[in-house]
């Protein structure tokens, strides 16, 4: 995939992303009930869904900060390069993980410290 092509993918992941943080931000806020009128069921119910938001919401963070990462890379061009070995990584592995920062090799070295 060529750079511009690359850059155009990157940059429709972060939108997506960026909207799905918003999204749960709202779903993220402070769950307040009346406990007077809601039953302790319901009250459990909020507090999971708001927690899982907030976990939706963190997950999503991490992910546009990493998207940010790769277009400064693609502007520097030092894209597609591991951060350890400075070889090339596979071209396979960035279709499945565009913001991939290291080849298979430094990747599984890494999990192994």
Not at 32 to 45: A, I, N, T, Y
Not at 63 to 70: D, G, P, T, V, Y
Not at 93 to 110: D, G, S
Request: proline letters at 2%; hydrophobic letters at 35%; glycine letters at 2%.
């Amino acid at each position: 995939m060529n750079r511009n092509t690359r850059k155009q993918a990157l940059i429709a992941l972060l939108d997506q992303y960026q909207e799905t943080a918003d999204t749960q931000e709202e779903a993220a806020q402070t769950v307040e009930l009346d406990q007077s009128k809601v039953g302790r069921l319901s009250r459990m119910d909020a507090l999971q869904s708001q927690a899982m938001s907030q976990e939706q919401q963190r997950r999503a963070m991490l992910q546009i900060k990493e998207l940010k990462r790769a277009l400064v890379k693609i502007d520097t061009g030092d894209y597609g390069y591991c951060e350890a070995c400075e070889e090339p990584i596979a071209e396979a592995r960035l279709e499945v993980n565009p913001t991939a920062r290291y080849c298979i090799k430094c990747a599984e070295l890494q999990e192994n410290q």
